[in-house]
């Protein structure tokens, strides 16, 4: 039977395990992704973001959706909807709600809104707008608070000063009123991850190795209580990853990784979409099995 993305993300919290959600910023790497989670045995999630069809090669939310149909394995793979900004990474005002109702519409079993570049309170506002249209058509909405960064263009402060400073990160009081005042039901948080760069001149840069604040994880998913999510997720010092999932991370997101290993194999190969394909396999297998750990979660969460 097809998995319930809400209630996969919960069994996922009580197992202190993760559910990866891998994005798709060119259509060929979605078969090869499923094909790797299915033969780890592991549940996770294919994602895409507004940003993937405008700068990327996703097309659009609908063919990610079409190229689902065709390759997914519903026992391990679930749909999701990412960033979908308020405001986007040009400080451009975005049409968000339609583009919600388009992937409720193309079947979608979850999505993001993204109002962090708003105030508290246009944001918690924005956010509850989206959650309210995602829970009428019976599916989860996430959401994020706090500064995680990386997307924009032009200079990012250095990681180091990041972490020292603490810039950005999630504050404790406000989300735990966030989540009461916009009924999100999944948390993006801001506790020492950053995204990877999507600027045409830096985004095949190596991304630095980011750490976490792994007690302020604890101390926001006590805050919450409910599943919060890592963006940013590749390049992370694993460690880190591993005991942040026991404090709370429970969706960990991952596209520059994979993205950059099929660009590179593409460069290589003169464009041979297989070699490409047989990149992103290599890389997600690696991702679950050795980064994360977590082979074999069908069988955890769901004891077949
Ligand atoms: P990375 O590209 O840094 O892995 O982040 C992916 C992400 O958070 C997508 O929402």
């Given at each position: 039977m097809a998995i319930n993305t809400k209630e996969t993300m919960l069994l996922a919290r009580q197992h202190e395990t993760v559910i990866p959600a891998f994005n798709v910023p060119h259509l060929p790497m979605l078969k090869p992704i499923v094909?790797?989670?299915v033969d780890e045995?592991?549940?996770?999630?294919?994602?895409?973001?507004?940003?993937?069809?405008?700068?990327?090669?996703?097309?659009?939310?609908?063919?990610?959706?079409?190229?689902?149909?065709?390759?997914?394995?519903?026992?391990?793979?679930?749909?999701?909807?990412?960033?979908?900004?308020?405001?986007?990474e040009d400080y451009k005002a975005v049409d968000y709600l339609p583009i919600i109702d388009r992937a409720i519409k193309a079947g979608f079993g979850s999505v993001m809104v993204d109002a962090s570049r708003l105030s508290f309170e246009e944001n918690a506002a924005a956010t509850k707008k989206a959650a309210d249209k995602a829970h009428a058509a019976g599916i989860p909405?996430?959401?994020?608070?706090?500064?995680?960064?990386?997307?924009?263009?032009?200079?990012?402060?250095?990681?180091?000063?990041?972490?020292?400073?603490?810039?950005?990160?999630?504050?404790l009081e406000e989300a735990k009123l966030f989540v009461?005042?916009?009924?999100?039901?999944w948390l993006s948080v801001a506790v020492g991850n950053?995204?990877?760069?999507?600027?045409?001149?830096?985004?095949?840069?190596?991304?630095?190795?980011?750490?976490?604040?792994?007690?302020?994880?604890a101390a926001l998913y006590k805050a919450t209580g409910i599943p919060l999510v890592?963006?940013?997720?590749s390049g992370i010092d694993p460690e880190y990853i591993r005991a942040?999932?026991?404090?709370?991370?429970?969706?960990?997101?991952?596209?520059?990784?994979?993205?950059?290993?099929?660009?590179?194999?593409?460069?290589?190969?003169?464009?041979?979409?297989?070699a490409g394909r047989k990149a992103v396999y290599g890389a997600v297998r690696q991702l679950i099995s050795e980064t994360l750990r977590i082979a074999g979660t069908r069988t955890l969460l769901f004891g077949e």
């Open positions: 094909q790797a989670i045995n592991s549940v996770a999630m294919i994602e895409v973001a507004r940003v993937e069809w405008e700068k990327f090669c996703s097309q659009s939310l609908e063919a990610v959706a079409g190229e689902y149909r065709k390759y997914a394995d519903t026992k391990h793979t679930m749909l999701h909807l990412d960033h979908v900004p308020v405001v986007d909405c996430e959401a994020e608070l706090g500064a995680v960064m990386g997307h924009e263009s032009g200079q990012m402060m250095p990681y180091e000063e990041i972490f020292a400073t603490k810039a950005g990160f999630t504050d009461e005042k916009s009924g999100c039901d950053i995204h990877g760069a999507i600027a045409d001149a830096t985004r095949d840069q190596k991304k630095p190795t980011a750490r976490l604040d792994v007690d302020h994880i890592l963006h940013g997720g942040g999932i026991k404090a709370g991370i429970t969706k960990i997101n991952v596209g520059t990784e994979v993205r950059q290993a099929y660009e590179a194999a593409m460069r290589e190969s003169g464009d041979d979409i297989e």
